[in-house]
């Protein structure tokens, strides 16, 4: 969402909360132990993070008695920028249902793809939460051109209602969107909902999220079986050369021990 200070955060927590269940699930079968394992394996590789589509929102401007509100906002002068929280009731309501989103911090799409580059070239694919004590974030805005301009994503999700340039930057680095445009909470809880709007949005969310998260483990496990059967036929093509070739050889050697039989009898009949 634009701030990444409710909504997709809520996203977030929901869906490592459904692969977190299913790979207990998985973890727990019985029945075949072989196709739990390849889930397992198959959800590891699984990444979810949320992410803000205006970096500027992500950042608050920190107090100075030097520049004030309008001017200071981490990367026009020296005063250093406050990061924002997540929001103090979306936290509650996703607490209700057993899921902490509490250290959880809005985070710019640079900063997504510096921590994704990091966790690829450390040769894991776990999802790596951001967390407030993590020294790589820096508070203040990464130009847009940064070396991580490339990272691309499967899927993107957009919950919120906004510009085409606003999510431009995320879209150009997705191979697929889909925009939800889930309520604002907070705009519904000022309308007269009162707190109970956080909670709505929230199971809202969750059912988006449970027939996303299913939807991809399906393709992924379609995909997974189309590349165990192309790797079956490259097998068995490879393994139809081999035997082509020994067939080849068995017909070449009895080609030369008949040749090698012919003269032998033409040195006899000249002989005798």
């Known amino acids: ?34 196709v739990a394992m390849e889930e397992r394996d198959l959800l590891e590789d699984i990444v979810v993070a949320s992410v803000a589509l205006d970096a500027a929102s992500v950042f608050g401007a920190a ?34 249902d057993g899921v902490d989103i509490s250290t959880h911090v809005p985070k710019t799409v640079e900063e997504l793809a510096a921590s994704l580059a990091s966790s690829s070239s450390s040769s894991t694919t776990k999802t790596h939460a951001l967390r407030k004590q993590e020294p790589h974030f820096q508070n203040k805005h990464e130009p847009e051109n940064s070396q991580h301009g490339d990272m ?15 999510k431009s930057q995320l879209v150009r680095r997705s191979v697929s969107v ?36 299913e939807q991809i483990v399906n393709e992924k496990k379609q995909q997974q079986q189309h590349m165990q059967h192309m790797q079956q036929q490259h097998e068995l093509r490879i393994e139809r050369e081999r035997e082509h070739q020994q067939v080849n050889i068995a017909m070449e050697d009895v080609l030369t021990s008949e040749a090698a039989g012919a003269v032998l009898s033409g040195k006899e009949i000249v002989g005798n």
């Open 178 to 213: 889909e925009e939800w445009n889930v309520d604002a909470p907070t705009a519904a809880a000022q309308s007269g909902e009162g707190a109970s709007a956080y909670r709505r949005v929230s199971q809202d969310i969750r059912l988006k999220v449970d027939t996303l998260m």
């Open 152 to 166: 691309m994503m499967d899927k993107l999700i957009v919950l919120c209602s906004c510009g085409d340039e606003m």
């Open 1 to 34: 969402c634009k701030s990444n200070s409710c909504r997709s955060q809520m996203a977030e927590g929901w869906a490592k909360r459904w692969i977190q269940d299913r790979k207990a699930s998985a973890s727990t079968s019985t029945s075949a132990s072989t």
């Open 63 to 96: 107090a100075s008695s030097s520049c004030s509100e309008t001017t200071c906002c981490g990367d026009r002068c020296e005063t250093v920028a406050e990061r924002k929280l997540v929001k103090s009731m979306a936290v509650q309501a996703m607490s209700l």
